[in-house]
C-alpha cells in the first residue's frame, strides 16, 4: 500500500509512504526530501569535505 505524503522540496517528485516506510525523509521545517535526493545529497557534501 503505498500513500502519497508530500512532494519532494528538490526534484518536485511525490514521496511515498509504502507499508509504514516512507520513501525519503522529513526535514526540521517539516518539508519532504525523497530519498534519492537525500542520499544525491550526503555524497556531495563527502566530496565537499
Ligand atoms: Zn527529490
Known sequence: MKEP???CIDCGEIVY???GHLAGIILEDHTLRCSDCH???KE?????Q
Open 5 to 7: 505524503v508530500g512532494v
Open 39 to 41: 542520499h544525491a545529497r
Open 17 to 19: 509512504c509504502e507499508g
Open 44 to 48: 556531495l557534501n563527502k566530496e565537499a
